[in-house]
């Protein structure tokens, strides 16, 4: 029998079934998708250009001939019609990820997308995308249009400022989506640490900046502890600082541990973070990255270095998972260690409101 090469085919309106059912859990991502794909455009135009105008995300909900259309606009870099056919209409082919590999992990720590499968995800909660795009320095702008089948159209588009706008036609089983309210609570759990200023309808997204960021208005690290405490002030909090590895160098973690005044065992533990991969939210109650006996510590952490699962839902457990982890944990021993010795009364408060969950792991440890 001869030997051929054949081409495979990708069934598309297959390929978003899988993704809907499989890879991703909740919906919303969509807007975290879109959110994202806007935010690494405006990085990019300002690392090509330092002194670009101030960016700007902006979400406007529409009716058009009855139906929903939420759009998702920007000032970033935009797109020629090459870089459409090369990376929008090519699944897999992320512009963000080509950057990162040509500028390096340096110069590129602000992009979040890496996939190039984040446009996909729209047709979680549309059935037709219309991206209009004009690249910075380009005269001419460009339309694209896909209904979720193997085919789109792209034609040339009068298109008044550069960015682009990605508008999205909500299904009938998303028209729950279709409200202020809702967008905004989705987008303000996903992005509500990315210091690219962002609009709902107009009204712009109220959020301070992490502890570690440079921003000007940033949120205490006591303020925040509070908050992934129930909002109750907690009996400690440890800063987590960038550590040197022999083989990856200086890794970039950041973030802080908070113990709180107490825990329920058969209620209420902790030993889970929310996990950020450039102020993005990856996982909101992350576990693996805590020591298996800090079980009344809470926390969040923050690092660019770590690798996210294919539906940014979860991390990967690769090697910088591991170098983080050990690193989460000396340094929360450390900090113990600190207290115990310097702070005997805020030990004491520490011990008194954890002892039963204490003594659990120290008697699972001795086993």
């Known amino acids: 029998m001869t030997a051929r090469l054949a081409q495979l085919e990708l069934h598309l309106p297959g390929l978003l079934k899988l993704l809907g059912e499989h890879l991703y859990s909740d919906r919303r991502v969509a807007f975290r998708e879109l959110v994202q794909n806007a935010h690494d455009s405006c990085v990019r135009r300002r690392l090509e250009d330092p002194s670009a105008p101030e960016s700007r995300v902006s979400i406007r909900l529409e009716e058009r001939d009855g139906?929903?259309?939420v759009c998702f606009d920007d000032n970033g870099l935009g797109l020629t019609d090459g870089e459409?056919?090369?990376f929008l209409s090519t699944i897999g082919r992320g512009q963000t990820g080509a950057i990162k590999q040509e500028l390096g992990a340096a110069r590129t720590e602000e992009l979040v997308g890496q996939f190039g499968v984040g446009l996909l995800s729209a047709f979680l909660i549309g059935d037709r995308v219309v991206v209009t795009t004009r690249r910075v320095g380009e005269p001419q702008g460009w339309q694209w249009i896909c209904d979720g089948q193997q085919t789109y159209r792209l034609e040339e588009k009068d298109v008044a400022s550069e960015g682009t706008s990605v508008a999205v036609r909500l299904r009938d089983d998303a028209r729950d989506l279709a409200s202020p309210a809702r967008v905004r609570e989705a987008v303000r759990h996903y992005a509500g640490w990315l210091e690219t200023p962002i609009a709902i309808d107009g009204s712009p997204l109220s959020t301070r900046a992490l502890p570690w960021s440079d921003q000007l208005s940033r949120i205490t690290p006591l303020e925040l502890?509070?908050?992934?405490?129930?909002?109750?002030p907690p009996l400690a909090v440890v800063e987590l600082a960038p550590f040197e590895d022999p083989e990856l160098g200086t890794v970039p973690l950041?973030?802080?541990l908070a113990i709180p005044e107490g825990s329920q065992l058969s209620v209420r533990e902790y030993g889970r973070a929310t996990v950020l991969i450039r102020r993005m939210l990856v996982d909101p109650r992350a576990e693996g990255l805590l020591p298996r006996w800090?079980?009344?510590v809470t926390g969040m952490i923050d690092c660019a270095r770590l690798e996210p699962t294919a539906s940014r839902e979860t991390v990967r457990h690769e090697r910088v998972f591991a170098a983080v982890r050990d690193a989460i944990e000396v340094q929360l021993t450390e900090a113990l260690q600190r207290i115990a010795d310097e702070e005997p009364q805020r030990w004491q408060r520490i011990i008194d409101a954890h002892a039963a969950l204490l003594k659990?792991?120290?008697l699972d440890s001795a086993v």
């Not at 502890?225 to 109750?232: I, M």
Request: glycine share 4%; net charge positive.
């Open 84 to 86: 459409i056919e090369r």
């Open 254 to 256: 950041h973030g802080l």
């Open 67 to 69: 139906r929903a259309w």
């Open 225 to 232: 502890a509070t908050s992934l405490c129930d909002d109750r």
């Open 360 to 362: 659990r792991w120290a």
């Open 294 to 296: 800090a079980r009344f």
